[in-house]
Structures are given as structure tokens and as C-alpha cells.
């Protein structure tokens, strides 16, 4: 059974994962199938270095692993069950107020 510190712990890892904007094109990306960092980076029209480093976050938080292949390394989302469940939120519609700030665009504030 999770217990709420574990369940804390997850969702802080996943907030951490889509906090960043880049994180989120390459999980975006990933939702297609497997890809290779090289392809990401093309793709996506960023550094090598840049999806490398992303990719290492995303592995650390646990969304993303890495498939040797020979000398180089396949990425792909970490369980299908969390492809899903991104998927599910990309579908969810939310009503926004686009008038209305973020209160994180506030000083000192956070959303």
C-alpha cells in the first residue's frame, strides 16, 4: 500500500518532470514511441546536450529509461500506465480565465 509520503514523493517528481517546458516536448515526443536523443534533439530543433541533460532528469525522476543498443540508448517512457496517464491530461479540457495571472507570474507567489 502507497502511504501518503510515498505518494507525496511521486507527485513531486512529476511536478518536477513537468515543470519545464522542454521536459514536456520530449514527453510529448516519447507518447509517439521510443526515440533516440539524437532524433529528440532534431526534432525538436534543440542541442543534443540539451535533450541529453533533460533526458537524464526524466530518468532520475523515473518517467523515462533508457534501452542499451549497442552504442547508443533508446528512450522511452518508463511504464505504458504513465504514457496513458499523460496522455489523459493532455486530453482534459480546463476552462482558464486567460485574463487572470498565474500566481506564479506574481512576485512571491506560486501556482
Known amino acids: 500500500m502507497l502511504t ?9 517528481r512529476l511536478g518536477k518532470a ?3 517546458p ?14 533516440y536523443p539524437a532524433r529528440l534533439a532534431e526534432r525538436l530543433d534543440l542541442t543534443r546536450s540539451n535533450v541529453s541533460n533533460h533526458l ?8 523515462v529509461v533508457g534501452v542499451g543498443e549497442g ?22 479540457v480546463l476552462a482558464v480565465d486567460s485574463g487572470a495571472p498565474c500566481l506564479d507570474d506574481e512576485p512571491g507567489g506560486a501556482c
Open 71 to 92: 552504442r547508443q540508448t533508446r528512450y522511452e517512457i518508463a511504464d505504458r500506465r504513465l504514457a496513458r496517464a499523460i496522455d489523459d491530461l493532455l486530453g482534459v
Open 56 to 63: 537524464a532528469c526524466l530518468r532520475g525522476c523515473g518517467l
Open 18 to 20: 513537468l515543470a519545464d
Open 4 to 12: 501518503t509520503a510515498t505518494r507525496m514523493d511521486a507527485m513531486a
Open 22 to 35: 522542454t521536459r514536456c516536448r520530449i514527453l510529448i515526443a516519447l507518447l509517439e514511441g521510443p526515440e
